[in-house]
């Protein structure tokens, strides 16, 4: 009875992990939910790790929590997938008086799917259904080490549920930081992270590795328009991303674009896809808006035809005068003209 439990639950793993990895990402590692970007704004910049700041950059790269203009800084974000799975996101970012970091960060992440048909030993469906998620808490601090130096970390608790089956908690960390360098007339920024690092969540006698992953990217202000570049390496996977993306702003409204290719195929969905379809698996776009201490970002892909478009929309809450550090780096540069605003090495999917 034991044996026949075990292999019915290994069953509703493998079957739950198929239908939550082509929501996210094809890899041999577990909680792909990682690295799905939290960010739109990120996302329509080329999928890569390279455009948040604040709230956004929790779970991407927390050397750039620290950038906010405000003491206090919320972000909510909502993603429909393929598959039906939903994918919550809420943080928050603020700079404290009196330590030596200048911010600390609290985000709360869920991917939750459901729908997947029940099947007895032998593979029979038995008429039920079945459904699971992905919860990841984490905590973040990030300082300004020298005037163009950041350097920040996350530590964050995992948990599983498959059809009624809990996993054990798991750890993660990220790590990050960015440069900038002063030279230009509008600074350009360089920036490194290792996300994901650490223990995988175990399931039974069976733990896999996380999606831990090297992060390179780099922001350039050319005239009115920032461009990003990336290359994340998936170090479990075997495989590496390059990212490229472009904003254009125009009073308080930014258009992007952006495109992500990867040496192997990530998208399972897209495997069959041909000619201009094919293309279109690794493009995004986007738009976002920016009134006073409200922010709104959209996002829209097509990661295959038959699933329709993917869309995620953001809002970010910004109130109060950042102290300290913040503060004094805020006055020191011309804040709006900075483009590490623009790093955080990030997942895609």
């Known amino acids: 009875m034991a044996m026949h439990r075990e292999w019915k639950t290994k069953a509703i793993l493998a079957?739950?992990?198929?239908?939550?990895?082509?929501?996210?990402?094809?890899?041999?590692?577990?909680?792909?939910?990682?690295?799905?970007?939290?960010?739109?704004?990120?996302?329509?910049?080329?999928?890569?790790?390279?455009?948040?700041?604040?709230?956004?950059?929790?779970?991407?790269?927390?050397?750039?929590?620290?950038?906010?203009?405000?003491?206090?800084?919320?972000?909510?974000?909502?993603?429909?997938?393929?598959?039906?799975?939903?994918?919550?996101?809420?943080?928050?970012?603020?700079?404290?008086?009196?330590?030596?970091?200048?911010?600390?960060?609290?985000?709360?992440?869920?991917?939750?799917?459901?729908?997947?048909?029940?099947?007895?030993?032998?593979g029979n469906k038995t008429g039920d259904s079945f459904g699971g998620g992905d919860t990841a808490a984490s905590v973040t601090a990030s300082a300004l080490v020298a005037s163009s130096l950041r350097l920040g970390a996350t530590l964050k608790v995992l948990r599983s549920e498959i059809g009624g089956y809990k996993s054990g908690a798991g750890l993660a960390g990220d790590f990050g930081l960015t440069y900038t360098l002063p030279q230009f007339q509008k600074p350009c920024s360089l920036a490194v992270s290792v996300t994901n690092a650490g223990q995988g969540v175990k399931f039974l006698d069976q733990r896999d590795s996380l999606p831990t992953s090297l992060n390179m990217g780099m922001a350039l202000p050319l005239g009115p328009v920032v461009t990003v570049f990336e290359i994340n390496r998936m170090i479990h996977d075997k495989r590496t991303e390059f990212g490229l993306g472009l904003e254009y702003n125009l009073g308080p409204a930014a258009f992007r674009v952006g495109y992500l290719a990867a040496n192997s195929g990530y998208n399972p969905a897209a495997n069959d896809q041909k000619g201009a379809a094919k293309l279109l698996q690794g493009m995004a776009l986007g738009m976002g808006i920016n009134i006073g201490p409200v922010k709104v970002d959209y996002a829209l892909s097509e990661q295959a035809v038959e699933f329709g478009p993917t869309h995620r929309l953001g809002l970010t809450l910004q109130w109060g005068d950042a102290p300290g550090k913040a503060a004094k780096a805020k006055k020191e540069w011309k804040f709006e003209d900075r483009s590490d605003w623009m790093i955080v090495p990030m997942g895609s999917y």
């Open 15 to 122: 079957a739950l992990a198929l239908g939550l990895a082509s929501s996210a990402r094809a890899q041999t590692s577990g909680s792909a939910f990682l690295n799905i970007p939290t960010s739109p704004r990120a996302y329509s910049l080329g999928q890569s790790n390279v455009a948040a700041t604040g709230a956004q950059a929790i779970g991407r790269n927390p050397a750039n929590a620290g950038l906010v203009k405000q003491r206090l800084e919320l972000f909510s974000s909502y993603a429909t997938m393929m598959g039906g799975a939903r994918f919550q996101h809420v943080a928050a970012v603020f700079a404290p008086a009196g330590l030596s970091v200048d911010a600390l960060g609290f985000a709360l992440t869920r991917l939750q799917a459901g729908g997947f048909d029940g099947a007895d030993s032998l």
